[in-house]
């Protein structure tokens, strides 16, 4: 019954994908804000919903490894396997403001949840806990990010000459509404799916918690930023590509872990820290990668593969 579930909640993610990237598009074009912008934030926080469903029912019942584990193993997977496999379709453009300010955002990010899981080393406590309070911060720094991002539209419609704005018809506006909501209710849906089945299957071959959160769990719930990012790679919107991954990876540390502590303080693993220094090196290499003629090229998207496979065999072997 898991393997028939596993298989039903693939085929939700790949239409439901499908589905999102067309409404969350004609969306975009309709309020003239750029393919960009709508990927760091709708698609983005859209195709996340699965990790923080995840965490916080992880959190919720008292496995931290999980939570912890399925944002951190998330992260890593979008930014090596989903921007590599996406980046070897094709080559993604990346736009000014992302190597400026949102890749150096997803890094001061990485930093914060770097010093909060590191009690012991920097206080000598008994034990590394997210605590609540930790958790706040890391919602007002979210909250920031969106400050910046409502912002950024904001100026962005601004700078629009009276020429370039129409006003489009409403079955136009009803339409693309449905599709992205229909798009993303099959994305969460089939990604729960996914976690269920795969979590389970999981758990019957004996693997442990902190491995199903950076494996399993991790890639299940990243799975649909793989199907959004590779559809949108595949319709030429690599803007609404990369944004997706950047902003699922800001909107994972910020919102998914501050959330999940709020709700329950998180102790953590000390063999997550290895993983958490890999993530801010895999971001600052992302960072390098992204400077090169303004775009992620094939070779880059290789790269960043082998570098996912190299370290999938690590934590398994590891654990």
Same mark, same amino acid.
């Given at each position: ?91 993604? #453009?990346? *736009?000014?403001?992302?190597?400026? /300010?949102? @890749?150096? &955002? +997803?890094? !001061?990010?990485? $930093? ?54 129409? #006003?489009? *018809?409403?079955?136009?506006?009803? /339409?693309? @509404?449905? &599709? +992205?909501? !229909?798009?993303? $209710? ?72 501050? $959330? ?60």
């Amino acid at each position: 019954m898991a393997y028939l579930l596993l298989f039903v909640g693939f085929i939700l993610l790949i239409k439901g994908a499908n589905y999102f990237v067309d409404g969350s598009s004609n969306i975009a074009k309709m309020l003239d804000i750029s393919p960009l912008l709508i990927g760091l934030t709708i698609v983005a926080f859209g195709t996340s919903s699965p990790e923080a469903t995840v965490s916080i029912l992880a959190a919720l019942n008292g496995n931290a490894d999980v939570a912890i584990g399925n944002v951190v193993g998330s992260n890593i997977f979008n930014i090596t396997l989903v921007i590599g496999i996406t980046a070897m379709l094709t080559p993604l #453009k990346v *736009e000014n403001d992302t190597i400026r /300010k949102e @890749i150096p &955002f +997803t890094l !001061l990010a990485s $930093a914060v949840l770097f010093i909060f899981i590191s009690d012991v080393m920097l206080q000598s406590a008994s034990s590394n806990v997210i605590t609540r309070s930790e958790g706040l911060v890391l919602l007002l720094i979210f909250a920031v990010f969106l400050y910046y991002i409502f912002e950024v539209v904001r100026n962005h419609k601004d700078t629009l000459s009276i020429e370039e704005k129409s #006003k489009p *018809e409403a079955t136009a506006w009803k /339409k693309s @509404i449905f &599709f +992205t909501v !229909l798009g993303l $209710a099959a994305i969460i849906f089939g990604g729960d799916l996914v976690v269920r089945s795969s979590t389970e299957i999981a758990y019957a071959l004996g693997m442990s918690e902190t491995l199903v959160g950076l494996t399993i769990v991790a890639v299940g719930t990243s799975l649909p930023e793989l199907v959004t990012s590779i559809t949108a790679a595949i319709k030429k919107k690599s803007e609404i590509a990369l944004g997706n991954i950047v902003g699922s990876n800001i909107f994972n540390i910020l919102f998914v872990l501050g $959330a999940s502590s709020v709700i329950a303080p998180l102790g953590v693993d000390t063999r997550i820290f290895l993983d958490v220094s890999i993530m801010i090196l895999l971001t600052f290499l992302l960072l390098i990668f992204s400077r090169t003629n303004f775009r992620v090229g094939k070779t880059e998207g290789l790269i960043l593969t082998v570098v996912y496979v190299i370290y999938l065999v690590y934590i398994i072997v590891r654990n």
